[in-house]
T-cell receptor, first 113, second 112 residues
Framework: DTGVSQDPRHKITKRGQNVTFRCDPI?????LYWYRQTLGQGPEFLTY????????KSRLLSDRFSAERPKGSFSTLEIQRTEQGDSAMYLC???????????FGEGSRLTVL | GEDVEQSLFLSVREGDSSVINCTYT??????LYWYKQEPGAGLQLLTY?????DMKQDQRLTVLLNKKDKHLSLRIADTQTGDSAIYFC????????????FGKGTHLIIQP
């Protein structure tokens, strides 16, 4: 399977714990995006990378959130001191940037108790 | 700011055509997209249209774009039970650096 893969698919954690999600994009795609989706909503942009450079961050991305793409391939999204409001589906997508269409992974669902 | 609006629900009978509508506000949108999301799954790209086109057809799918009214529609011919999902309209505007702006999605419900 050469699509976008995300891990883990589902994470249940207690409030205050740290969690990390991983995304492996389609190999030839240089742009990688993180989105958050809550129930009944469309995906909301969090941040994006062009190769290893993080070029844009949404105001939704508080100081407790950090994303990296150290070698321009896979990316991690870490949430520190999780809160119940962080419960959501975290979606990763990649693109070659030519026509803008994003290819999404299956998502990582976070449940904060 | 950018905004994409869709109706929340659409109910159609199996075999009929479904028409899902979307309006957007950003006149600089360059590409517009339709994504499908099944329960518990990620988003699957169905089709997209460049802003200088007014129609695109791909098998059972027809996309119509009225740039003047900033209105996009997706028509699914001969709707099947497997088409039951949430359909998201999305736009790419300006330099596209922020990725896509999505609507809240339309739940397509198929009646037997």
């Amino acid at each position: 399977d050469t699509g976008v893969s995300q891990d883990p698919r589902h994470k249940i954690t207690k409030r205050g714990q740290n969690v990390t999600f991983r995304c492996d994009p389609i190999s030839e795609h240089n742009r990688l995006y993180w989105y958050r989706q809550t129930l009944g909503q469309g995906p909301e942009f969090l941040t994006y990378f062009q190769n290893e450079a993080q070029l844009e961050k949404s105001r939704l991305l508080s100081d407790r959130f950090s994303a990296e793409r150290p070698k321009g391939s896979f990316s991690t999204l870490e949430i520190q001191r999780t809160e119940q409001g962080d419960s959501a589906m975290y979606l990763c997508a990649s693109t070659s940037g030519l026509t803008g269409e994003l290819f999404f992974g299956e998502g990582s669902r976070l449940t904060v108790l | 700011g950018e905004d994409v609006e869709q109706s929340l629900f659409l109910s159609v009978r199996e075999g009929d055509s479904s028409v899902i509508n979307c309006t957007y506000t950003d006149s600089s949108s360059t590409y517009l997209y339709w994504y499908k999301q099944e329960p518990g799954a990620g988003l699957q790209l169905l089709t997209y249209i460049f802003s200088n086109m007014d129609m695109k057809q791909d098998q059972r799918l027809t996309v119509l774009l009225n740039k003047k009214d900033k209105h996009l529609s997706l028509r699914i011919a001969d709707t099947q039970t497997g088409d039951s999902a949430i359909y998201f309209c999305a736009e790419l505007s300006g330099g596209g650096a922020d990725g896509l702006t999505f609507g809240k999605g339309t739940h397509l419900i198929i009646q037997p």
